[in-house]
């Protein structure tokens, strides 16, 4: 089964994008994918941002999306585009360092006004960095995550459409694990 690995470009600790980052990787865990969860915010700022490749806390960042087959890009709308937290990240990458992957882009915001935020900035740059495939993403209002103490929650027709949008991603990581494999593609059950 392709391994999952869900960016999150949030530089809070209470960030509404990890609480739907977490939510779509409980979803694909039940599906029976590999998942893990890596918050650029709590790699080391000084390296970060000096690009300091080799520092053991961002080789093993770089390691993960390297090793993994899917990766979910989570982030906030921060003047009008992904947060420069993830940028930081995503600039440590090699040109190729989403190469061979199916990606699913989601972007959380305040208004609608920034619904185009995963269009216009984001997907250009996931496909500069070579990602084979980037499925249809989905922007979220802040307004339908409930945030507090505990897991989060989002609200149900919020629930239902991101949970669509992450069967497309699963149905896509099985057909290019099929594909990759020589044999047919696998379709999740309804």
Avoid at 30 to 58: N, Q
Avoid at 100 to 116: D, F, I, M, Q, W
Avoid at 163 to 175: C, I, N, T, W
């Amino acid at each position: 089964m392709p391994q999952l690995l869900a960016l999150t470009g949030s530089p809070s600790a209470h960030s509404r994008t990890a609480v739907v980052a977490d939510h779509v990787l409980r979803r694909l865990a039940h599906s029976g994918f590999e998942t893990a969860h890596l918050a650029v915010r709590e790699l080391p700022a000084a390296d970060l941002l000096s690009a300091r490749r080799g520092e053991p806390e961002i080789r093993r960042a770089l390691d993960a999306v390297a090793e993994a087959d899917g990766i979910v890009i989570a982030t906030p709308v921060y003047k009008a585009a992904y947060t420069g937290l993830l940028k930081a990240f995503l600039d440590l990458l090699p040109q190729d360092g989403l190469a061979g992957k199916t990606v699913l882009p989601l972007v959380t915001g305040g208004s609608l006004a920034h619904v185009l935020t995963i269009d216009y900035a984001l997907r250009p740059v996931l496909a500069a960095l070579g990602a084979r495939h980037v499925t249809a993403g989905r922007f979220v209002l802040d307004s339908a995550v409930e945030h507090g103490s505990g897991p989060g929650r989002l609200r149900p027709e919020l629930e239902l459409d991101l949970f669509q949008a992450v069967d497309e991603f699963a149905d896509a990581l099985r057909a290019a694990d099929a594909t990759a494999r020589g044999g047919p593609a696998l379709t999740a059950a309804p």
